[in-house]
Structure formats: structure tokens, C-alpha cells
């Protein structure tokens, strides 16, 4: 890093090929680990109302890549919304949201 | 005089320059070493010559027609006789020449690696990663070949001799590279070459690293200055290029006068001794040039070089007017939210006022005072903003002439809001803003019980302070940074202010069981406080009143506060007997009466502090700062009236107490050799997960550890709770029990990175004991106290754990420092909105609840979910679990 290097892409070892792996073994679901916290994709309609409560655009949002695991799981596309709910120490649970990218 | 257009700066390529390109930006060659003429002007063609820009107030530049101040400078330049090395690329050189053939200047790498290093080199530059690595090895190959490949002229070795001298090994004989061989060498080099190495031939050309043209400084940065004898006084670098130009002379007229070879050599040598220091005046192997004073010259490298450099003195360094610095002491009769400041520094710091036709007698009064006078004016400034300075002899006068609208500089005085500071600020409560309080001599004073947030001492510690110069920035600061606004920490929720050492001491003295106190003395008790009623006594004896030293700290409460928690000094009994805990640990507040419970760092220490913690949450800070300046002054006078000292003979333990010790420490060391026994018959049953070693180390160190802990028990008795030492241990006013163990008891196993001290000869730490000693002793165990002194072993053992302790919180402070400040620069943007979102200053949500909780933690029960516990607590006044 010292060189001032630009980040690289982030590569997801461990998920590469996973599809091809889990074919014919039953599947699971990433949501179901106890550390994955939960990630809902919302509709137009829920994303708008997000967007309005906060009074952003999109692109103000915090992101999430599509190649994202979670996202591949959940069928997230570019351009949508997901909202993540973790479970927090001190607010019993607190409410997320990341938009998709490329 | 041509004016400069703002431009947008759309690249910065580094490179070396030409010697034509000096010759471009020069306004003049340089030929003479003489600055001014008899008559005081500079001389055409000097070190002073007006074209290279003015100093002299009058004169105009002769390149530009700015006066001086308004021309920037230009640079001459010095045509050099005979070329020298330039020190800063004196490696290069070395690496260009070892890795070059001598004869055809050819890279000694055949022509696919060149391709192959080049293509390398083209990708790194792509991605924008260095390309050290390449080219040193580019460099190492290089130097392998002992024949060219391409011309085939043998290689010869070369040796570098301090700076910038460069020799070949002939067989048994050396010679000499002079300067103009390499550049010979040097230019040869083909483009092609270049580029392998890593250089830019069209911006770096590797013979432009031996200079042949000396660029002259322009006379704005080497300004000379005229003494009061009417003396001129010369820069440093020109007393430098007065050298260069001299020798540089010499040279040219020894060379055309045809002087023998060894003359010419040694003039070449001075040449380029002068032409080094000029750039760098701290070459390792090379004199530093001195003055005549001795005083080294500071040439262009140390002007730019390290703290005082320009980069971190100048350009990154940051220096305040309305600012002051001295060391710090201890005051604490001043308030915790005061500042004591020395007379000569109020004098000297002043804060505007705009005379108004309400302040105008008050602003005459300051102007009669005068600047000698305390709170008087030093300035005056006019309705047309012309600066006068009031003096002794006009201040009379100036009193009558001030108008409506004029400005006055008025000195500090009490009251005055300022700001405080000691460094590393490395949390908000590093800066907050104090009460003025003028005093008599020459430190800076504060109460002791706000050292922890400013982490001070009076060791000779030094802090700043910052005069505020506008009322919207005393208004802020008194509403934002104000201590009694600090009081609690954002960073766990409690109170960082507090009473500290005899604060606590004398509060434990005063509150533990049922001391009592006459009527004189509850009333010296609250002298220093603002109480100014005295309750019911508690009882009366003989016929005499007497109040309780818990009433005393009731008077200091706010009435109505209720409370209940478990002191520090509580042992969690079974179950609690509440008010009736024969520790009197259990401390209840009804209605602002102190009703049972010691009063010690539990409930008005810093970091902890319950009641200063409460009393803010429910009265406010201001109601908190009176309580903690009412506690630490009852406190002092809590210690003052019971008296407190400690001393060596405090540690003194009676002959039966030693005895038991040494007895305990005896049977420890005979279960040590019982373990190390049953070791070395191989019967040690090993623990789970653990060697059979592991596990003898770990059972000799427990041993050992409740060895020592319980030497601290027995010392502990004997000493009894009137022990000065078990005092400020038990009440965390100061020290441990573990201190008073090692004390007292017994200093314990010495320890390096948690384990026993191993390191030293082989098989043993040292000669005094036998090789694969594996008892107490030989790994660093001290049986001795410190009262009883150490052994030369046992002091030796001590020095080792010493240092590691030493060792690791220099290490520590460092990497701390380096990650406070990378988070700093993370997150120092960041702001919660008032929607209770975090963004950055593009408006980019970084949370959407502060925290995820949304909570304030300054204004959390230390930082845990507790505010309806306390609620029921002080409607109940019971402890709630
Ligand atoms: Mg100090
Ligand atoms: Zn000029
Ligand atoms: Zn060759
Ligand atoms: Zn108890």
C-alpha cells in the first residue's frame, strides 16, 4: 500500500464455482448462518419510501456489489435496494440499507 | 511588472534538468563573487545582481519591475569550469556506472531481459505502482557480466569512496573517474537504456545528474540583512556560492595559466567539496562548512530537511497569535473550571473591545491603566483602523480622545474565557475552555482535579493557552467546551473530572464509620465551600454538639439526590446487609442525606465518580462542577484535619509477621522442588492441551503467584486499616494492594512476555546457578521485598521485567499514536444529522442511526442500558438489580 496503490476487486474465493459444487447436494442458504445477518430486497414501492424518509438519492446510499454472495442468494440486480437487518448490542436490532452495483 | 493568472494544476512530472534549461530560466550568469559595491548597490553580474529580484525596499527588479515583496525572484546561474557531481545522485551514479560498459556505455543486460524488464516496468507505471523493485534488480543483473556483450571490452570493479569519488581497480593500480569521465560515460547511454533502468530520457537524461551549470538562488531567498552598525550581514547560501564562485575563478585561471595536473586536481576537488555542502551541508564523509563562529552553514538541504524544515516547521506547521505556553502547577484553591495565568502573560495577551457608548468610561479606564498597569489596554485602533500603541506617556491622553466605534486591545483579566490545552490532544477534553484567574508568578495553574482529562502531571509538564477574540467564540466556548460541559466523557457515559489522590483520601477519612467532628471543626471542614448553613448536630457528648463526618459530605449534596450502590470497598458478601454492612460499604443517599456508606473513588473519583455522575444527570453540570469543587475542597480538608504521611517505616511488619512470610515462602519453594521432582522422574500428569513443561511452568508460577498473594494478606493484617498505605490502597486514592505486597510482603516472580525469565546462558540465566536449575529462584523469582531489598540475582531478575515494562509502552504509545491518528483522518468528516443519520460532507449516508442506537453515550449511564434502573433506584433509594 505504501506506493499508493488503488484498491483491487474484492474476489470471493470460497463462493467461486459454488454454484457448480452445490449442484445435485442440497442446498443451503447463506441467511440461515447465525453470523449472516438478514438482507430483504425491497420493491419499488418500499425503496422509494426509504429514499424519502432519509430524503437521499440512491447514489447517497451506502453500496453492495451484486457478485456479493447475499445478493447472488437473494437475487439482488444492480439498482436495487436491500435493506439488512443485524441484531445489535445495544439496540436489540437496527436496520440497514445498501444499494446493489455492478 | 506582469500580474499571475490563477491555474489549475493538471500534472506534476519530477525530472532532472538540463543544463540548457538552466541556462533558460536564468536572468543572468553569474561571474563575480562580490555582492555590492562601495556605494551599497549590488554589482551587475554578482551574487546580488538586481535582476535576480530585489530585497531592498526602493529598488526594482530589473527582470520583472516588482518592487521588493511583490518580485518572486529569478535565478542566475554559474557556468562551472570543470563538471561536478550533484551529492544527491552520487548512488545513482555508482548503480548507473557499475551497471553500464565502460567503453560503450551499453546496459550489460542482453536484449530480450531488457524487453522483458521494460515490459514490466510499462505495466507497473500503468497500474501506478513503484518500480523500485525492477530496477534495483535490473541494477544487481547488470552488474554480473565481467566482459560487454556487445562491444566485448573487459569490465573493471568499481569502489566508492565517500560521497561522490569513484575508482577503478586497474590490476594493483586505481584511477580515478574524475566528474567529466562519467559524464562521458553517462551521455553515451542510449535511450533505449534509459528506460530499462527506470529514467525518462526525455526528462531525466543520466549525465544531467553531473552538473556543468550551478543554478544561483534568487536574492528573495537568500536576503541579507543589515546589521545596526550598518554592516551587512550575508544568507548562509551566498557566503556558500561567494565559495563556488571563488574557487570556480581559481580554477579557470590556473587551467589557462597551464598549472600542473595535481593543482588542477585538487582545485576540482575543493570545487566539489563546496558544490556538495552547498546542497547538503550533512553528508556523511564530507566537513561540515562552518562559519567563522564554527556555526555549520545551513545550505539548501537543511533548510527543507526535518522538524524545523520547511515542509514540517513551515509549510505543515501551524503557529497562533493570542496564544501562551509555560509549565504547570498545582492550585487547588482555584476552581476546577479556572486557570491560573501569570501576571506578565495577562499583560501581554489582550482581547478587542468595541467602545460603545455603554463601555466608553469602562474603555477609558482601561486606556488611563495603560499597558503597565494590569487590566489596562496595550492598543488602540481607530475608527480608520490606524494602530496605536498606548505607552505610559500617552495613555492620559488617549483616554480623552477615544471615540465611539474605535477598538481597544484590552488586557486578560479574571473571568476571561480561554481556551486550555496540553498536547497530544487526542480527545476533546484536550481543549476546553477555562475561567481567567491572574496570579503571581510565572506557571500556569490548575486545580489537580482536572488532570485526567488533559492527562497531566506537574513534572514539568507544559500547556497552551488560546485568548478568545470574539464574543461568538467565547459564547461557543462557554457553552460548548466550557469544563463543566466536559465533565462527563462521550466516550463511556460518566464523569472524567473528579476528585484524584488526597481529594479521595481525605473524603474516606472523613465519611469511613462514625468519625465526629466539633463545631469548629465541621465549620473548618466547609470553610472552603460554598455552604453557608450548618445542619442539626447529630448528637451531643458532654454536654457539647458534634456532627458526623457523613453529615459533613451531606452538605454538599443536593438535597433531594437519592442514591444506593455498593461502595469499592465492599467484598460482596452473600447477601448484603445494606445499611447495616459492618464494612460501611453500602452507600445510601436519601434526600440528600448521606445516610450510611464510605465516600470514596467510587462515588467522587475520576473515570468513576457515581454521585458526581448523578448529581449531573439530574441538577445539571453546573450544579456538578459546584459539587466536584465542594467535594475536592472537603476532601482536602478531610485529609488536612485527620493528617496523613507515609513514609518507609509505614512498610515496617513486626519479627512474628516476617517470620510467617518467610515460613509461606519457604513451603512454596519446597512445593516448587516437589513439582520440578515429580517432573524429572516423569510423573508430571500434564494438563489438557499442554506439555508436560508447559504444564511445570504453569503450576510453578501458580504457586509461586498464590505464594506472593498470600505474603500480601499477611502483611495486609499486620499493617491494619489506619495504615497510611491501606488507605489510599483501599479507597483508590493511590496504589494497590499489590504495591503494598511487594512492599511489605514480597516482590514476586519477574516475568518476560508472562513466562518465567529463561533467557541467558545455556541451560541456566545465570553463572550463579546450575545448569537446568529449574527452581523459583533461578527463573526470576524475588523472594525479598522491597522493603527488605533485593539480592543482586533477585535485582538483576527485576531489571530484565523491568525493562520489558519499559520496552513495551514505548512500543505501544507509538503504534497508538499512528492508528489514532489514521482513524482521525477516517472519520474526522463525519457528522450526525439531525435525523439521526451519519454522513459525510457529501451528503453519502454512512449509518442511518448513530451507533445503531441513536444514543448519545456522553449522555448514557455508562454506556449501559440503565436509565430506568436508576430511575427505580432513586424513587426507592434501594440498589436495584
Ligand atoms: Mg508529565
Ligand atoms: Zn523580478
Ligand atoms: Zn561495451
Ligand atoms: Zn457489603
Known amino acids: 500500500m505504501v506506493g499508493g496503490s488503488n484498491p483491487s476487486e474484492p474476489v470471493f474465493y470460497i463462493f467461486k464455482g459454488m454454484n457448480k459444487v452445490m449442484k445435485g447436494t442440497k442446498s443451503f442458504s447463506l441467511l440461515d448462518h447465525n453470523i449472516v445477518p438478514h438482507h430483504l430486497l425491497l420493491s419499488e414501492n418500499e425503496a422509494s419510501q426509504v429514499l424519502k424518509k432519509y430524503n437521499i438519492d440512491k447514489e447517497q446510499l451506502p453500496k453492495i456489489k451484486v457478485k456479493e454472495p447475499v445478493i447472488l442468494e437473494i437475487g439482488g440486480q444492480v439498482g436495487d435496494i436491500v435493506k439488512i437487518i443485524r441484531t445489535s448490542k445495544t439496540a436489540g436490532e437496527a436496520e440497514f440499507y445498501r444499494l446493489v452495483i455492478e | ?881
Open chain 2, 1 to 881: 511588472m506582469f500580474k499571475t493568472v490563477p491555474k489549475r494544476i493538471k500534472e506534476i512530472r519530477f525530472g532532472l534538468i538540463s543544463p540548457k534549461e538552466y541556462r533558460k530560466m536564468s536572468v543572468t550568469r553569474v561571474i563575480t563573487a562580490d555582492t555590492y559595491d562601495d556605494d551599497g548597490f549590488p554589482i551587475e553580474m554578482g551574487l546580488m545582481d538586481p535582476r535576480m529580484g530585489v530585497i531592498d525596499p526602493g529598488l526594482r527588479c530589473k527582470t520583472c519591475g516588482g518592487r521588493a515583496g511583490e518580485c518572486p525572484g529569478h535565478f542566475g546561474h554559474v557556468e562551472l569550469i570543470a563538471p561536478v557531481i550533484h551529492v544527491g545522485f552520487a548512488k545513482l551514479i555508482r548503480k548507473i556506472l557499475r551497471a553500464t560498459c565502460r567503453e560503450c556505455s551499453a546496459l550489460l543486460l542482453d536484449s530480450n531481459q531488457k524487453k522483458k524488464y521494460l515490459e514490466q516496468i510499462r505495466t507497473m507505471r500503468k497500474m501506478g505502482q513503484p518500480i523500485e523493485d525492477i530496477t534495483n534488480e535490473v541494477f544487481k543483473e547488470a552488474r554480473k557480466p565481467k566482459i560487454c556483450m556487445y562491444c566485448g571490452a573487459g569490465q573493471l570493479d568499481i569502489k566508492v569512496e565517500k560521497p561522490s569519488t569513484y575508482v577503478e581497480k586497474m590490476g594493483d593500480h586505481d584511477h580515478k573517474l574524475m566528474p567529466s569521465d562519467i559524464r562521458v560515460r553517462l551521455e553515451k547511454i542510449s535511450n533505449e537504456d534509459i528506460e530499462v533502468i527506470g529514467m525518462d530520457p526525455n526528462n531525466a537524461r543520466p549525465e544531467w545528474v553531473i552538473l556543468t551549470v550551478l543554478p544561483v538562488p534568487p536574492v528573495t531567498m537568500r536576503p541579507s540583512i543589515t546589521l545596526e552598525s550598518g554592516q551587512r550581514s550575508e544568507d548562509d547560501l551566498t557566503h556558500k556560492l561567494v565559495d563556488i564562485i571563488r574557487i570556480n575563478q581559481r580554477f579557470q585561471e590556473n587551467r589557462e595559466a597551464g598549472a600542473p595536473q595535481l593543482i588542477i586536481e585538487d582545485l576540482w576537488e575543493l570545487l566539489q567539496y563546496h558544490v556538495t555542502t552547498f546542497m547538503d551541508n550533512a553528508v556523511s564523509g564530507v566537513p561540515p562548512a562552518r562559519h567563522r563562529s564554527g556555526r555549520p552553514l545551513k545550505t539548501l538541504s537543511q533548510r527543507l530537511k526535518g522538524k524545523e524544515g520547511r515542509f514540517r516547521g513551515s509549510l505543515s506547521g501551524k503557529r497562533v497569535n493570542f496564544s501562551a505556553r509555560t509549565v504547570i502547577s498545582p492550585d487547588p484553591n482555584l476552581s476546577v473550571s479556572e486557570v491560573g495565568v501569570p501576571l506578565s502573560i495577562a499583560m501581554e495577551m489582550t482581547i478587542p473591545v468595541y467602545v460603545t457608548k455603554r463601555n466608553i468610561e469602562q474603555v477609558r479606564e482601561y486606556i488611563r491603566r495603560g499597558p503597565d498597569n494590569h487590566p489596562g489596554a496595550n492598543y488602540i485602533e481607530r475608527s480608520d483602523r490606524r494602530r496605536i500603541k498606548v505607552t505610559d506617556s500617552n495613555c492620559e491622553e488617549m483616554a480623552e480622545t477615544v471615540e465611539l466605534g474605535w477598538k481597544i486591545d484590552r488586557q486578560l483579566k479574571n473571568g476571561d474565557i480561554v481556551l486550555f490545552n496540553r498536547q497530544p490532544s487526542l480527545h476533546r477534553m484536550s481543549i476546553m475552555a477555562h475561567n481567567v484567574k491572574v496570579l503571581p508568578h510565572k506557571t500556569f495553574r490548575l486545580n489537580p482535579a482536572v488532570c485526567p482529562p488533559y492527562n497531566a502531571d506537574f513534572d514539568g509538564d507544559e500547556m497552551n493557552m488560546h485568548v478568545l477574540q470574539t464574543e461568538e467564540a467565547r459564547a461557543e466556548a462557554m457553552m460548548l467546551i466550557h469544563v463543566q460541559e466536559n465533565i462527563l466523557s462521550p466516550r463511556f457515559g460518566g464523569p472524567i473530572i473528579g476528585g484524584i489522590h488526597d481529594h479521595i483520601s481525605g473524603m474516606y477519612l472523613l465519611t469511613r464509620g462514625d468519625s465526629r467532628l466539633s463545631k469548629s471543626e465541621i465549620l473548618d471542614m466547609l470553610s472552603k465551600t460554598k455552604i453557608e448553613e450548618l445542619s442539626e448536630p447529630a448528637g451531643e457528648v458532654d454536654g457539647k454538639p458534634y456532627w458526623t463526618g457523613k453529615q459533613a459530605v451531606s452538605h454538599i449534596l443536593p438535597s433531594g439526590l437519592n442514591m444506593a450502590y455498593k461502595a469499592g470497598i465492599c467484598e460482596d458478601c452473600d447477601t448484603c446487609k445494606e445499611e447495616n454492612c459492618e464494612l460501611d460499604a453500602y452507600v445510601l443517599v436519601k434526600d440528600g442525606q448521606l445516610l450510611s456508606g464510605t465516600i470514596e473513588e467510587k462515588a467522587v473519583g475520576a473515570f468513576k465518580g457515581l454521585i458526581v455522575d448523578k448529581i449531573i444527570k439530574d441538577y445539571g453540570s453546573a450544579r456538578g462542577l459546584q459539587f466536584i469543587n465542594d467535594a475536592t475542597m472537603l476532601g482536602i480538608k478531610g485529609i488536612m484535619h485527620y493528617g496523613f504521611s507515609f513514609g518507609i517505616s509505614d512498610e515496617d511488619i513486626p519479627n512474628e509477621a516476617s517470620i510467617q512470610i518467610s515460613e509461606l515462602l519457604g513451603e512454596a519453594e519446597d512445593r516448587v522442588m516437589n513439582l520440578i521432582l515429580v517432573y524429572n522422574e516423569g510423573n508430571l500428569e500434564p494438563l489438557p492441551g499442554r506439555t508436560v513443561d508447559e504444564t511445570l511452568e504453569l503450576k510453578i508460577m501458580q504457586e509461586l503467584g498464590k505464594a506472593r498473594d498470600s505474603t500480601g494478606n499477611i502483611a495486609g493484617k499486620y499493617l491494619g486499616l489506619e495504615n497510611a498505605a491501606v488507605v489510599m490502597a483501599v479507597s483508590g486514592a493511590r496504589g494497590s494492594m499489590l504495591n503494598l505486597t511487594q512492599m511489605a510482603g514480597c516482590v514476586g516472580q519477574q516475568a518476560v512476555r508472562g513466562e518465567r525469565i529463561k533467557r541467558g546462558y545455556e541451560g541456566r540465566t545465570l553463572s550463579n546457578f546450575h545448569t537446568g536449575d529449574l527452581g523459583a529462584a533461578a527463573h526470576g523469582f524475588v523472594k525479598n521485598s522491597y522493603k527488605s531489598g533485593l539480592s543482586p540475582t533477585e535485582y538483576f531478575f527485576h531489571a530484565i521485567g523491568g525493562r520489558e515494562g519499559l520496552v513495551d509502552t514505548a512500543v505501544r504509545t507509538s503504534q497508538s499514536g499512528y492508528l489514532q491518528r489514521r482513524l482521525v483522518n477516517a472519520l474526522q468528516d463525519l457528522e450526525v444529522q439531525y435525523d439521526g443519520t451519519v454522513r459525510d460532507t457529501r451528503g453519502m449516508v454512512v449509518q442511518f442511526r448513530y451507533g445503531e442506537d441513536g444514543i448519545d453515550p456522553m449522555k448514557s449511564e455508562f454506556s449501559k442500558p440503565q436509565a430506568i434502573k436508576w430511575i427505580i433506584e432513586s424513587v426507592t433509594s434501594k440498589e436495584v438489580e
